[in-house]
């Protein structure tokens, strides 16, 4: 059903390692976005990008970084990740133009040990 | 700042009765507004939406009314099932602004 896909689901790493944290969508948006969400909690937005070579911070000051070269791809990374990381980070997308429902993957859940 | 919450955080109701999940927001700017639906291990899915322009849509056992007095949205369900058990979210824009904001969710069980 879904039009966005995460990867990998689930991670533990150590505290310390790089990672990135994928995601793409074959729905041609150009609108992506990235949320990071505690259990049972709201979503906040900590990045997002409105086209190719686009990329802005959102509300929550986060430390990974975003890039997105292609339309259809926009990785999430954390150069040195911590304990105060572990979350789960969602992504999403939507279509140009005022109100456009966004459309989320199933998200990636972080742990750093 | 802006945000958008919602009145209650948990929700038990009997399998085959309706549901109707409350959420108030400040911003008076706000036009568009949109319901998610999150089940355990999988994210956000898109309910229903409504622009400021209405007060009511109705979807597939589903309706939102908007009350843009009392700055107020609901999520009606109708006959719940138990697949409706989930994390309801709220969300609302301003299409200036072109940002979503998300309130904390309702926690909604069905009873069988």
């Known amino acids: 059903e879904a039009d966005i896909y995460q990867t990998p689901r689930y991670l533990v790493i150590g505290t310390g390692k790089k990672i990135t944290l994928e995601c793409s969508q074959t729905?041609?948006?150009?609108?992506m976005y990235w949320y990071q969400q505690d259990p049972g909690m709201e979503l906040h937005l900590i990045h997002y990008?409105?086209?190719?070579?686009?990329?802005e911070k959102g509300d929550l000051s986060s430390e990974s970084t975003v890039s997105r070269i292609r339309t259809e791809h926009f990785p999430l990374t954390l150069e040195s990740a911590r304990p105060s990381h572990t979350s789960q980070y969602l992504c999403?997308?939507?279509?140009?133009?005022?109100?456009?429902?966004?459309?989320f993957g199933n998200g990636t859940r972080l742990t750093v040990t | 700042g802006e945000n958008v919450g919602l009145h209650l955080p948990t929700l038990s109701v009997q399998e085959g009765d309706n549901s109707i999940i409350n959420c108030a927001y400040s911003?008076?700017?706000?036009?568009?507004f949109i319901w998610y639906k999150q089940e355990s291990g999988k994210g956000p899915q898109f309910i229903i939406d409504i622009r400021s322009n209405m007060d009511k849509r109705q979807g597939q056992r589903v309706t939102v009314l908007l009350n843009k007095t009392v700055k107020h949205l609901s999520l009606q369900i109708a006959a719940t099932q138990p697949g409706d058990s989930a994390v309801y979210f709220c969300?609302?824009?301003?299409?200036?602004?072109?940002?979503?904001?998300f309130g904390p969710g309702t926690s909604l069980s069905v009873i069988p």
């Open positions: 999403a997308s939507s279509e140009t133009g005022y109100n456009s429902p966004l459309h």
């Open positions: 911003n008076s700017a706000s036009d568009y």
């Open positions: 969300a609302e824009m301003e299409t200036s602004y072109d940002k979503v904001i």
């Open positions: 990008s409105y086209g190719v070579n686009s990329t």
């Open positions: 729905m041609g948006h150009d609108k």
